[in-house]
């Protein structure tokens, strides 16, 4: 992280990109930012700020996904940099390689240090490739194992920032061993001994989000979504209509609300009005207070044990019994 | 093993295998026009090239386990669903129930307790014929169960799997099997009980990533497809040309994620030895210092 650490510093939006839904934000922004006199520059924020409370709230699944998917969404090493007081950025899976898709370090959170592990999809075009939109390798996976098995070690907590759309979907990873990289690092998070901290951030992407994703307690942000498959493959294959990927959306259950309410998640994290992207100062302070609340009261808790988190993952399901 | 010996045994017969009806069949691999009897007769292993078919779970502990030692459990898991999930008229219970007649089994996995040549162990069979062999709350549920069983009775435990991936009807929650069903594993192995891991055709997505991949032993039928992500994906996103042979079992064991690869004829002997072999054992006393 060290080495990175002038990418998108002091961030602005990476590119112009404007849903459909956002536009009246974007012209009201253009408003206030052109405005001559003080009372007109309120009179325009106040609108500003109905508008953005207006805009997400009446959302749909699809307009969430949308969201979740931003181009201008704060990503990991966004939050990595205002959580965090200092990162050192490790390399290397030990094995082979190095995945720029999977970031992984050590960082300071008041006075801690803690294992930072987490996706990082980019924001220039050049930084969107090299780190292949987020989705990583099977050496992305076997670097986040070997650094959570160093936390365990030097008991440090883990803390796992989760936004890609997927795994990486390609010859070279299936040869690499992606399924087997995931399975074993679900199997490692269940046994670790030491607290983990989840933070869904933007698109928790099947199979490739899980696989960092399990912990002692999960917070998922508002507009984040967290998913099965993605809804356009949900719609193809259920559907055999990818033009149904809004229907699927919907069916399939993909906010922080539903997520919930199935016990899948802790906590939701709430955004500020019209999405993270609008104000990622404030969502990072969101953020920041709910790693403080896990390592202050959940961690030292006498009582602390990997088994709440076996027991956790061992309930989820719905199902009844007959007879 | 009086534990079998106290049991009435039921009777492992099912339905056929699914392959399409008719006296011939065309092999999808040589393309040679086969008898089906023949096919049967042979496993349902073209008797022309050696191309292994796709056979329910039921036709399959038929093939694996000692006659009459099977003793099937947890049936009274029954699928819920959770999001209300709908596609056009059809809910997901609608199709569940339609696998339940289709099939004749409760859900896209069959646990019991058996002996395969004389050797007892727990056993979890898969059937892709029950909606693509899916996972969703009752896979996980069962598959948690009969670990916990293997770790009660100090049984191994084999484990065949066949599954397109999580049971997309279930959302969020059939994601979540991979972890809990990962967890039975980690359960499995604290316990020292031995997990043979056999994977069948196709295993891929979220049962490749999860439970499939973590076995002691991993074993696969010659020519499954196993892998992670679909071939269409992959051809898809990246517009490139899929070698030949990929994502099939001979290819994941030169890439050395494979023991061995086993055929279907020679599966029982196979895993009786091995089953044999790896027994669970009491742990070696440590010499008192
Ligand atoms: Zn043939």
Redesign the interface.
Known sequence: MAENSNENSNRKPVSDFVLPFERKIVELEALRDKATSEEERATIGAELERERTNVVANLTPWQRMQLARHPNRPRMMDYVRRVLDDVIELHGDRLGGDDPAMITGIGRFRGRTVAVVGQQKGDTTDERIRRNFGMPHPEGYRKALRVFEMAERLHMPIVSFVDTP??D???E????????A???N??AM??LKTPIFVAILGEGG??GA??IA?GDWVAMFEYAI????PPE??AE???RDIDKKEMAAS????TAA??LS?G?IDRILPEPGGGAHRDPEQSAQVLTEELDRFLGDYCSKDNWDPAQR?QR??R???????? | MPFFKRRRFVSIVGPKSRVPDGLWMKCPSCGQAVYRAEVEENLWVCPSCGHHHRITARTRIQYLVDPESFRETHT?????D??E????EVSYLDKVKKAKDKTGITEAIITGFASVEDVPTVLAVMDFFFMGGSM???V??KF?RAADDAIRERLPIVVFSTAG??R?????????????T??????L??AGIPYISVLTDPTT??V???????GDIMIAEPNAE?????KR??EG??K?K??EG??TAEYQYQ???LDQIVKRSDMRAFLGRLLRYLAPNRPVEQPVQ
């Open positions: 997927a795994a979907p390609s010859v990873s299936e040869a690499h061993g992606q399924a087997g995931i399975a074993r679900l199997w269940l046994r099947s199979g899980l696989a399990l967290y998913v099965v498959c493959r949900c294959i259920l559907w069916a399939l259950k993909i539903d997520l199935l899948v076996q993952f061992r989820l399901g719905h199902w009844r019994e007959t007879g | 009274n898991v029954d699928t819920l959770p999001l999930f709908t596609v056009g969703g709350s009752v996980g549920e948690c991936g999580a997309m009807q279930e959302g969020i929650l059939g994601l979540m099997q991979m972890a809990k990962s967890n039975a594993v980690r359960a192995n604290e997505g979220g490749c990533a999860s439970f499939a991949s973590l196993i892998g992670f992500a679909g994906l992959i996103a990246l490139v899929i070698p990929f994502q890439n050395g994620f």
